[in-house]
């Protein structure tokens, strides 16, 4: 809510500025046309309120680029969370909205649609989706489910991509790491652009000293 508050102001202020500018520049243009002719006219007045409106569109067309991030900001981040089928997303959906939304049982293959929740993370709205576990070898309808949960992964702002830690080396986690975490990697290399968060779950079931 603060960010927003923030947003709205600054947006305010933005806005304030560049009808400052264009009423200014209109003022100019508007001198020039009725007293261009006298003398009592400063000189370049028509140059410099041309290369003031070519900022103002220069800086317009530069906010609208931005402006994903703005949207984003008010309704929401799309984060999906996404991993092979048990890991733990379910629970990990359900710890971050506070409230029991998702099935979660011992059983791979609980989830099979695709749950959205809006949820509040420390102020910044998101719109949070559950998706079936990805697995191969599976029936009609969970693999309809896996299909949906990788269309959700292509639209994602972000991706929560949850592991079973005691499980890494499982045919399902290898492939999870193999086609979504390895690719995404790869695709923004920059740290900050990054939109895939490695979460390692289960890990009470490590082995306390560490693997043999
Ligand atoms: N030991 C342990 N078990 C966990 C942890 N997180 C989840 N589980 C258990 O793992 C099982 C699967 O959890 P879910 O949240 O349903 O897993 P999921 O990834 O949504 O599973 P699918 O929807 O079938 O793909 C459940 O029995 C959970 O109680 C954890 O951190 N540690
Ligand atoms: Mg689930």
């Not at 359900?94 to 959205?116: A, H």
Request: hydrophobic share 40%; glycine share 8%.
């Amino acid at each position: 809510r603060q960010a927003l508050r923030q947003l709205d102001g600054e947006l305010d202020h933005l806005c304030h500025g560049w009808a400052k500018t264009l009423t200014k520049a209109l003022a100019h243009v508007e001198a020039y046309i009725d007293f261009g002719e006298d003398d009592n006219l400063e000189e370049g007045v028509l140059e410099r309120a041309d290369s003031q409106v070519r900022e103002l569109e220069l800086a317009l067309s530069a906010h609208l680029r931005d402006a994903r991030r703005g949207q984003r900001l008010r309704s929401g981040a799309h984060v999906v969370v996404a991993g092979p089928a048990n890991a733990g997303k379910s629970s990990l959906v359900n710890l971050l909205s506070r409230k029991p939304v998702s099935i979660v049982s011992p059983e791979p293959g609980t989830t099979r649609d695709v749950l959205e929740i809006p949820v509040d993370l420390a102020g910044f709205p998101a719109l949070l989706s559950d998706t079936a576990g990805l697995r191969e070898g599976v029936g009609p309808v969970e693999q309809e489910g896996v299909r949906r949960a990788r269309e959700r992964l292509e639209q994602a702002d972000l991706i929560l991509a949850v592991l079973d830690a005691s499980d890494l080396a499982s045919p399902s986690s290898r492939n999870f790491l193999d086609t979504v975490v390895a690719p995404a990697g790869a695709e923004s290399p920059n740290e900050s652009s990054q939109r895939l968060l490695l979460v390692l779950n289960k890990s009470d079931l490590l082995p306390p000293g560490g693997p043999d």
